[in-house]
């Protein structure tokens, strides 16, 4: 179980490295820049993908982090 929480870790910090483009946003927002960070704009394609992977696997290391405990 062990193994498989430091995997799901690994990939979580890797896939979270890969949303740049938010990361760049959000500094903009805290500097005074454009608000284009809570514009209301669709994710598509290879941003789609990232977010929900993101997403389970958040999810799943929650999960094996409950789980783990028992």
Same mark, same amino acid.
Request: proline fraction near 0%; charge should be negative; include cysteine.
């Given at each position: =179980? @062990?193994?498989?929480?430091?995997?799901? &870790?690994?990939?979580?910090?890797?896939?979270?490295?890969?949303?740049? @483009?938010?990361?760049? &946003?959000? &500094?903009?927002?805290? =500097?005074?820049?454009?608000?284009?960070?809570?514009?209301?704009?669709?994710?598509?394609?290879?941003?789609? $993908?990232?977010?929900?992977?993101? =997403?389970?696997?958040?999810?799943? $290391? $929650?999960?094996?982090?409950?789980? +783990? +405990?028992?």
């Amino acid at each position: =179980m @062990e193994t498989l929480l430091i995997i799901v &870790s690994i990939l979580l910090i890797i896939i979270v490295l890969l949303q740049s @483009e938010k990361a760049e &946003s959000t &500094s903009q927002v805290i =500097m005074g820049g454009n608000a284009d960070l809570f514009s209301n704009r669709k994710e598509r394609g290879g941003e789609l $993908f990232v977010s929900r992977l993101t =997403m389970i696997l958040g999810i799943l $290391f $929650f999960c094996i982090c409950l789980f +783990s +405990s028992f």
